[in-house]
């Protein structure tokens, strides 16, 4: 990847489209780069820990996946067109859930799992529209009951603390500038206010298309 310049970074955070953007959001490669990252150090520490809390194991899969985080985050973005804060707020699940259960350890066997639970719950939190469970677990290489299995058990190990308000919003943001920039120099999104202004966008475009129509069939 190229280092991110101030002006592709500011028409990414405030021209991206979601209906119209085949680019992929700048976070998606930071996040990669970030999670490739706690991979590596966490295979380095594993023998150390290698008794996990039995309910954190409800992600591990029996086969490890033969896709790359980055190649499995274009996937998830190229089928479901989830916008940058979507992964700025999934980032901040799994920071969360981590802290909930200090002795889990992100790893080859969960990872895409933790993943795709988190970015679906995400995108239903930020999101006006989505995609159903069944949908994200095609996309995801799950079967639809494995999915609904996956959200449910993280609910609830979540406490429902699902909530991010902008200040944690931002500090997530400059928290994966900071790590990324130790491991490349990259910056992601950092301008964006928060869900909130997302969503208004998109109310915005649905209701121009909305009146768009509405005016061709008059």
Request: proline fraction near 3%; charged fraction near 25%.
């Amino acid at each position: 990847m190229a280092l991110i310049s101030p002006r592709k970074l500011r028409y990414d955070v405030y021209s991206y489209s979601y209906q119209q953007d085949s680019n992929t959001p700048l976070v998606i490669s930071v996040l990669a780069s970030l999670i490739e990252r706690t991979l590596a150090r966490n295979e380095r520490i594993a023998k150390k820990y290698c008794k996990w809390p039995s309910k954190t194991r409800v992600f591990d899969c029996n086969e490890t996946p033969d896709m790359t985080i980055q190649s499995y985050l274009e996937r998830i973005f190229r089928y479901t067109r989830a916008g940058p804060s979507v992964y700025v707020v999934a980032y901040v699940y799994i920071d969360r859930f981590c802290q909930l259960y200090p002795e889990f350890r992100i790893g080859a066997r969960n990872v895409h799992r933790l993943l795709i639970t988190t970015i679906m719950v995400a995108s239903k939190y930020v999101e006006d529209m989505n995609y159903r469970n069944s949908y994200f677990a095609r996309v995801g290489g799950l079967s639809t009951t494995e999915m609904n299995n996956l959200e449910v058990e993280f609910l609830f190990m979540m406490k429902f603390k699902l909530h991010v308000n902008v200040s944690v919003f931002e500090s997530y943001c400059c928290h994966l500038e900071r790590e990324v920039s130790i491991g490349g120099g990259y910056q992601i999104e950092r301008a964006l206010r928060c869900a909130e202004e997302i969503k208004t966008k998109q109310r915005q475009e649905r209701r121009y298309m909305n009146d768009h129509n509405a005016g061709l069939l008059l």
